[in-house]
């Protein structure tokens, strides 16, 4: 069956046999027997079972629990009123989230258009001042001429 194995020897191995400890058992003490006074003589019955056999016992009476009181129905209105209550906080709450938002990006295009107020303020201050430092005229180059102010340089 195992061809690949029956050459080798089989290892004889030391077996540890370990035994359970047993506990000695606990020592209970026998519940006390109350006597108990019943307010009234229960009743014997008896069973007649299908093979004709009588059983007789005492009927166990099982114990009934305390009738739960009936919780009055809540009124439809009362639902919709209390829904219509966390619907209107919860829109509330997105209008603040709206208006805080719509703040937020207002501030913001308000800075870009300052931004680029200053830094076309700046590009035109740079162009006056720079254009005041020539003391030529315009400048006009046509086919390689340069016409500079009546002159002509060819």
Known sequence: MYADHAHEVPVQRAVEVHQPTPY?????????VVPVQPGTVPAVASIVLPDGRVVTGYAI?????EPVTVK???SRTAVN?????VGFFAVCGGLLLLTSFIAA????????????????GGWIAVQIFSASGHQGGTTVNIRKATFKRNHFHG
């Open 81 to 85: 009123v209390a829904l219509g209550g």
């Open 61 to 65: 009476e099982h114990t009934r629990p």
């Open 24 to 32: 000695p058992p606990a020592t209970v003490a026998p519940a006390p």
């Open 105 to 120: 990006l207002t501030a913001f295009i308000t800075q870009l258009i300052i931004l680029a107020a200053v830094i076309f």
């Open 72 to 74: 009055p129905a809540v």
